[in-house]
């Protein structure tokens, strides 16, 4: 399995994406208020996309994990480190 984590602070305008509890993406949104919108994730995907083709998940999602509010990098990482262990 491959974990990863995204963060989505729409107060401050920025997207964090973690593979195994280690940040490999940062997005910034320069726009106030309300940045995000399904279009604005376009590039996110479950699934092939791209020159390969498209189609959908070929695999198993175990978990889902939904906040209220955006992560600090410390509680992705309490929580990076919990489901590493779970799965």
């Keep these: 399995y491959v974990l990863i984590t995204v963060v989505a602070d729409v107060a401050n305008g920025f997207l964090k994406v973690y593979r195994e509890g ?43 994990v939904f906040y209220d509010s955006a992560l600090s990098d410390g509680e992705v990482s309490v929580l990076n480190e919990y489901l590493m262990y779970k799965y």
């Design 22 to 64: 280690v940040l490999v993406a940062t997005q910034v949104y320069p726009n106030s208020g309300y940045p995000f919108s399904l279009a604005s994730l376009a590039g996110l995907y479950l699934g092939n996309i791209g020159i390969w083709g498209s189609g959908p998940l070929n695999g198993y999602l175990p978990e889902m």
